[in-house]
């Protein structure tokens, strides 16, 4: 009897436990269902932005107000289910490097044309050499067009909103809408036709502009290849450029043209500078959140050319790491930037993902040699040019 009271009491003890753990369970299920051991999504998205978004401080007064809008989104509305509600308000903040995507497999539309896009927009009418201005983008003018479909571009500057809606007719749509014919001002139109896009033009290539000036075409600083390993991304970069720094060494003068780069590393912006350089260059100073700043110089390389001629072509294509190469040949080397401002962006962009989407933000401040940010403001030309930038530079001493 003494044995079947003790089995039973520990029979009763056991399934006591078992209950108690159980209810433990149950309990921090509930607790993490509401958010109480983790963050929800929008929590992590207000939270990204208060306190990891270093842009932040760039007209703060108006990023606070858009903020606090998606703060009372967020009370009644999952990221997840209303996406398109969010993606208007981060676009709203004014940042070219701030942008919330939708997950998915990327399909571009291409619309086959190529523009020019300065302060007037120059379109590439099929088998004629001359580019022709555009006035009207489907009967609607373009600075009215460039008004009513801005809001599908994120962007640092009004001047860079304006050239990356410009942009979506050429290239970067992503489907948003159609466009079908652009008014020119000899009052013929060009019809676009919609068209799978091309393969990217290598992202370095250069020509003889004439007997005694070579043109050194830099499309981007990040060179995808069959490899998407760093290491060989940096390497078809290097031996791009190294192969234009060899041909253009012949001439007396080289004009670099940053027109439309659209940026890339930090490790390809310090090799372009070494071969371009003449003496020790201020680089920038940077400062992420939380942390000192901190500045940095580069050297020229020992086969610079720095000691030649050189004038660099910019636009409002000109972003990110391209807007450190422009800033440092100008502030540090005294070179002729001809064309018009850059976009005005920078801050080595960091991500993060949610369910269904991916938030890209800058996560520190850059700062030019002359102590201006490169944020919202841009490098300006000290030459001004049109469509005619490239001639001009050529003139430049």
């Known amino acids: 009897m003494k044995l079947g009271l003790w089995l039973k009491i520990i029979l009763m003890e056991l ?19 509401n958010g ?33 809008s998606i703060e009372a989104l967020s009370k009644d509305k999952k990221l997840r289910d209303h996406l398109p509600l969010y993606q208007s308000l981060i676009q709203k903040m004014g940042d070219g490097h701030l942008v ?3 997950k998915r497999e990327f399909k571009e539309d291409y619309f086959q044309v190529e523009l020019k896009i300065q302060k007037k927009v120059f379109a590439k009418v099929p088998g004629e050499v001359e580019f022709k201005e555009v006035l009207e983008v489907d009967s609607i003018p373009v600075e009215k067009w460039v008004e009513e479909h801005s809001h599908h571009v994120s962007a640092s500057s009004i001047h860079g909103k304006r050239y990356r809606t410009l942009k979506m007719i050429e290239s970067r749509n992503e489907g948003l809408f159609d466009v079908g014919r652009l008014g020119l001002n000899d009052k013929s139109s060009l ?26 075409k830099v499309n981007s600083f990040w060179c995808e290849g069959k490899s998407d390993k760093r290491e060989d991304i940096f390497n078809n970069f290097k031996i791009a450029l190294d192969r234009q720094v060899e041909v253009a060494d012949f001439y007396e003068k080289i004009i670099l043209d940053l027109r439309d780069n659209g940026g890339g590393a930090d490790q390809e912006v310090r090799y372009l500078l070494g071969h371009f350089i003449s003496k020790k260059a201020f680089l920038y100073s940077y400062q992420f959140v939380g942390k ?8 020229p390389l020992p086969a610079s050319l720095g000691e030649k001629p050189i004038t660099v072509l910019i636009n409002g294509g000109c972003f990110s790491a391209c807007e450190v190469v422009a800033g440092v040949l100008k502030d540090a080397e005294s070179r002729n930037l001809v064309g018009e401002r850059t976009h005005g962006g920078a801050g080595d962009p960091l991500k993060t993902e949610f369910s269904n989407s991916i938030l890209t933000y800058p996560s520190c401040l850059v700062w030019r040699q002359n102590g201006s940010l490169y944020e919202g403001v841009g490098v300006m030309p000290t030459v001004m040019g049109e469509s005619n930038s490239l001639k001009r530079a050529s003139l430049l001493d």
């Open 36 to 68: 109480c051991f983790f963050k929800s999504e929008e929590a992590v998205l207000i939270d990204t932005l208060k306190n990891k978004y270093a842009n932040l401080k760039v007209n703060q007064g108006h990023k606070d107000q858009v903020i606090a």
């Open 191 to 216: 019809q676009i036709e919609k068209k799978k896009r091309p393969s990217r033009p290598a992202c370095i290539t250069g020509y003889p502009f004439d007997e005694s000036i070579y043109v050194i």
């Open 100 to 102: 919330l995507n939708e």
């Open 292 to 299: 000192e700043k901190i500045t940095e110089f580069i050297e």
């Open 15 to 33: 399934i006591h436990g078992l209950i108690s753990k159980l209810k433990i369970i149950l309990f921090t299920i509930t607790l993490l269902l």
